[in-house]
């Protein structure tokens, strides 16, 4: 599942974080979950607890969604993608090649389907905290 893959890439990220900045220990990390991207978040929570090595023991990980931003190549709107606006066989192929959403999503004022995602994709890092190294 690509959950794993996600839990040992934050990790790693985290990681390599604390390292720039020159923490000895991280108490708080902060995931952000794109809406289109469909990730289980129990599925990583454990993976992240199964995975993680001593250097995270005290660290609490959040994991947050971030709404989906859609902006149109035609006539530049910009909207918010609604997943309620769509039915179930079709947010399932969003799910699995996010490409198709395409396919399903038209700009609602032009009705175009050429849009881009301007925000809320993928899964990324938002804050690191942790105690400095003195
Ligand atoms: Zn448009």
């Known amino acids: 599942m690509h959950e794993w893959a996600l839990a040992e890439a934050i990790l ?46 005290k660290t609490k990980f959040h994991f947050l969604k971030s709404k989906t931003t859609l902006k149109c190549r035609v006539c530049g709107a910009s909207w918010k993608f609604r997943k309620e606006s769509l039915d179930k066989t079709t947010i399932e192929a969003i799910h699995f090649v996010p490409e198709v959403a395409h396919t399903y999503i038209k700009c609602p004022k032009c009705k175009s389907p050429d849009f881009e995602i301007s925000s809320g994709r993928g899964v990324w890092i938002q804050s690191v905290k942790g105690v400095k190294n003195q």
């Open 12 to 57: 790693a990220t985290a990681k390599q974080i604390s390292e720039k900045e020159n923490l000895k220990e991280i108490t708080e990390v902060t995931v952000m979950i794109g809406q289109l991207q469909d990730v289980e978040r129990r599925i990583l929570r454990f993976a992240i607890k199964e995975t993680k090595s001593d250097f995270f023991q």
